[in-house]
């Protein structure tokens, strides 16, 4: 059964809001902030690595399918807001269950993975995105969480009080809710790909005869 925007928008904006750039940008010094007192240099280090790396890989994959969308696929623009939903909330996810029993562990995976997969659909029901836009995202996000997580797990890490976390996202969420906006770096890229297409072979054509 198909349902419309209007019946499932109230949970929708409230879930893509938090895949918000902005609110992405600001958590991620945050987090990096708390993995400098929890785990040392080396773990900011491989934070911001990963962040930016992704980044860049986003903005990549943005400007190559904005100038040469795959109109079979529904494939013009990957879902930043699921790709980096799924690296931050994921590592948050990872710290928080490092150390634990079990049974937080996987409470806190599942979590995890719904708040993730809830950010990607509200992408698909406000039409922001197709749902391979939100895929290619998800799994751009999925394969920087799956290289933080290999490579943090080689490091200390001070306990992670969930009680404290939950009370500083408290704090931030009115103020951080007034910040944000939602905005879009699409137009840009968008610009930057219809420039590159007018001075170089941006798409691989081919002739049928």
């Known amino acids: 059964m198909h349902f419309h925007f209007h019946h499932l928008g109230w949970i929708a ?12 940008a600001l958590l991620s010094c945050i987090f990096a902030l708390w993995l400098a007192w929890a785990s040392g240099r080396q773990a900011v280090q491989l934070w911001l690595a990963i962040a930016i790396l992704t980044a860049a890989l986003m903005a990549v994959l943005k400007i190559y399918f904005l100038g040469c969308p795959l109109e079979t696929w529904a494939l013009r623009s990957p879902s930043g807001h699921t790709g980096f939903s799924a690296l931050l909330y994921g590592a948050i996810a990872y710290s928080a269950a490092r150390g634990t029993s079990p049974l937080r562990k996987t409470v806190i995976a599942i979590l995890a993975a719904l708040l993730i997969v809830g950010i990607g659909l509200s992408r698909y029901l406000l039409q922001m995105h197709s ?4 895929g290619l995202g998800l799994a751009l ?16 890490q001070k306990r992670f009080r969930l009680w404290r976390a ?10 951080l809710r007034m910040l944000v906006k939602p905005i879009t770096f699409e137009m840009r890229l968008l610009g930057i790909a219809e420039r590159l ?3 170089a072979s941006l798409c691989a054509t081919t002739t049928t005869e």
């Open 131 to 134: 749902l391979p836009e939100v």
């Open 166 to 175: 939950l009370i500083l996202a408290a704090l931030l969420a009115i103020p």
């Open 197 to 199: 297409s007018l001075h």
């Open 13 to 24: 904006l409230p879930l893509t809001q938090l895949g918000n750039p902005l609110l992405i």
């Open 141 to 156: 996000g999925g394969i920087a969480l799956l290289t933080f997580c290999w490579r943090y797990a080689r490091l200390a």
